[in-house]
């Protein structure tokens, strides 16, 4: 099995910017998808964006395009997101997710994901 795990949330100013990363403990393991998705208290879950690894095609949800950026570093195999120009409305518990197979289903579809991390809060006060 693979364990994920979230690191570089925190309490930020609105404007502001954060960096998260997601380690998997298997650096042999090859997903074919990587996301990150976030659920806010009372919203429903959130796909933010994701990375198809044999290609490198990058997707992103309508709220975070132009201000979040997906990478992953296939060296150390670690998933980032940068976040940039902070807003309250991105306050949310954030996860990481890998897919081993797709199956055909889109990318914000979560019943894709085969691991998921524990999360890291992001909080951004106005």
């Known amino acids: 099995q693979v364990q994920l795990l979230e690191s570089g949330g925190g309490s930020v100013q609105a404007g502001g910017s954060l960096r998260l990363s997601c380690a998997a403990s298997r650096r042999s393991y090859v997903p074919t998808f990587m996301g990150w998705f976030r659920r806010a208290p009372g919203k429903e879950r959130e796909a933010v964006a994701g990375?198809?690894?044999?290609?490198?095609?990058?997707a992103y949800g309508d709220s975070v395009r132009g201000r979040f950026t997906i990478s992953r570093d296939t060296t150390n195999n670690t998933l980032y997101l940068e976040m940039n120009n902070l807003k309250p409305e991105d306050t949310a518990m954030y996860y990481c997710?890998?897919?081993?197979?797709?199956?055909?289903?889109?990318?914000?579809?979560?019943?894709?994901?085969?691991?998921w991390g524990q999360g890291t809060q992001v909080t951004v006060s106005s």
């Open positions: 997710g890998a897919s081993s197979d797709m199956n055909g289903r889109s990318w914000s579809d979560t019943t894709a994901i085969s691991y």
């Open positions: 990375i198809y690894s044999n290609t490198g095609t990058k």
